[in-house]
């Protein structure tokens, strides 16, 4: 069984980053996709921004020039860095990988982010 356990969320003022963590419980050398997730409060959880086998990334448009998603093979983990946040950023983010050869989605718990005005 695959666990994904992110971190790093907090609350933060607007115009702050923070860095989201995700440790992966086996090893991401051989993956399809990881990507990173938002659910605001009484929303749908929406793709906030993804990172494919061949390192192409891509972001929705709510976070382009202000997200960031890598990858660290060594530790298995996939990050977002988040700057210049604004409220409408407030969620709980999620992160999400697919390995090669499959297409079962892996999730972790989620973290919360809060930016205040």
């Known amino acids: 069984q695959v666990q994904l356990v992110e971190s790093g969320g907090g609350l933060v003022q607007a115009g702050g980053s923070l860095r989201l963590s995700c440790a992966i419980s086996?090893?991401?050398?051989?993956?399809?996709?990881m990507a990173w997730y938002g659910q605001a409060p009484g929303k749908q959880r929406e793709w906030a921004a993804q990172?494919?086998?061949?390192?192409?990334?891509n972001n929705a448009d709510s976070g382009k020039g202000r997200f960031t998603i890598s990858r660290e093979n060594a530790k298995n983990t996939v990050a977002l860095q988040m700057n210049s946040l604004k409220p409408e950023d407030t969620a709980v983010y999620y992160c999400?990988?697919?390995?090669?050869?499959?297409?079962?989605?892996?999730w972790g718990q989620g973290t919360q982010v809060t930016v205040s005005p």
């Open positions: 086996r090893n991401i050398s051989s993956f399809n996709v």
């Open positions: 999400k990988i697919v390995f090669t050869g499959s297409l079962r989605s892996y």
């Open positions: 990172l494919t086998h061949d390192d192409s990334t």
